[in-house]
């Protein structure tokens, strides 16, 4: 059994187990950083028509490690680019977004979020 996330040491992922997003956008409301990889972040910043740049300076924020950039949070603790129960870039979301909840996750996850659980054959890696 694999863990949530490197940091997350206390959430084991499932073997067998394949969740599917029911697109309740609970993840999106949850305090943290959404990391942002290098190759994300044109990608990002030409679907909402911007220059990288400016998708820096509005959007992001430096990690919490320090090791990066993060999407900004609102106020109540909401990723920026979530409008109502919508993502803005759901087309090009981050692969941490994407992931959610089968390759990280967080302390409590299964409280918030309405993915649900589809069995998938657990392959034998020494086969």
């Avoid at 999106?28 to 994300?40: M, N, S």
């Avoid at 996750?105 to 649900?116: L, Q, T």
Wanted: glycine share 8%.
């Amino acid at each position: 059994m694999s863990h949530g996330s490197p940091a997350n040491h206390t959430t084991a992922l499932e073997p067998g187990v394949r969740y599917i997003c029911g697109r309740c956008t609970n993840c999106c409301r949850w305090p943290g950083d959404v990391r942002l990889e290098e190759d994300e972040i044109p990608r990002i910043a030409e679907f909402l028509g911007m220059d990288v740049a400016e998708f820096i300076d509005r959007h992001t924020r430096l990690r919490t490690n320090r090791r990066g950039l993060s999407l900004l949070e609102k106020e109540n603790h909401e990723c920026v680019m979530l409008e109502g129960n919508a993502c803005r870039i759901h087309p090009v979301k981050p692969a941490q977004c994407a992931g959610f909840p089968n390759t990280w996750n967080f302390p409590g996850w299964r409280n918030v979020c309405e993915a649900f659980p589809v069995a998938v054959p657990v392959t034998d890696p020494g086969k």
